[in-house]
T-cell receptor, first 113, second 107 residues
Framework: DAGVIQSPRHEVTEMGQEVTLRCKPI?????LFWYRQTMMRGLELLIY????????DSGMPEDRFSAKMPNASFSTLKIQPSEPRDSAVYFC???????????FGPGTRLTVT | KQEVTQIPAALSVPEGENLVLNCSFT??????LQWFRQDPGKGLTSLLL?????REQTSGRLNASLDKSSGRSTLYIAASQPGDSATYLC??????FGAGTILRVKS
């Protein structure tokens, strides 16, 4: 299996621009998580989906952030408009089964100037 | 809401030493607890997962335990090697992570 796939791996954008991050979970996994990692705040859960339905989005920082999962094999995290404080590494993870073990993607390093 | 803390924040040991990393959580009704390793600039690699019905899990030189009553999990690394140098994170099922322990194993 290819594991969790994220794109792009790096994104540099200017303040005010729209940013879309993409994630393909491991085939057969029914849960998907979006995290943000910064030096100051560590790893924070933004949102998680179960069977394509958002279950907990309490970690989404502001209305500028939105996430969708139109099908079991694809999810997006969108930031509009982006701000410099959004600069971070964004990780996607997927899980399934009774154990619910999470597998992480390589992350997208976002820099907003 | 579940809170997860890890101590120590950093640890430096000579090669060959056995060591223990600690993880504490506030809600004893924990579904599972997962240990990860993160190398600098990289993603997270799952090491061990302990379900609430289990007390420990082992993989090679790693052993993780879970004590729900005391709200603690420990990761034991036997005969540490320089290649074990990384940040170790624990996380609850709800996606709540500790701040991590930065481990350096000196050769």
């Amino acid at each position: 299996d290819a594991g969790v796939i994220q794109s792009p791996r790096h994104e540099v954008t200017e303040m005010g621009q729209e940013v879309t991050l993409r994630c393909k979970p491991i085939s057969g996994h029914n849960s998907l998580f979006w995290y943000r990692q910064t030096m100051m705040r560590g790893l924070e859960l933004l949102i998680y989906f179960n069977n394509n339905v958002p279950i907990d989005d309490s970690g989404m920082p502001e209305d500028r952030f939105s996430a969708k999962m139109p099908n079991a094999s694809f999810s997006t995290l969108k930031i509009q408009p982006s701000e410099p404080r959004d600069s971070a590494v964004y990780f996607c993870a997927s899980a399934t089964g009774e154990a619910y073990e999470q597998y992480f993607g390589p992350g997208t390093r976002l820099t907003v100037t | 809401k579940q809170e997860v803390t890890q101590i120590p924040a950093a640890l430096s040991v000579p090669e060959g030493e056995n060591l223990v990393l600690n993880c504490s959580f506030t809600d004893s009704a924990i579904y599972n607890l997962q240990w990860f390793r993160q190398d600098p600039g990289k993603g997270l690699t799952s090491l061990l997962l302990i379900q609430s019905s289990q007390r420990e899990q082992t993989s090679g030189r790693l052993n993780a335990s879970l004590d729900k009553s005391s709200g603690r999990s420990t990761l034991y690394i036997a005969a540490s090697q320089p290649g074990d140098s990384a940040t170790y994170l624990c996380a609850s099922f709800e996606g709540v992570f500790g701040a991590g322990t930065i481990l350096r194993v000196k050769s």
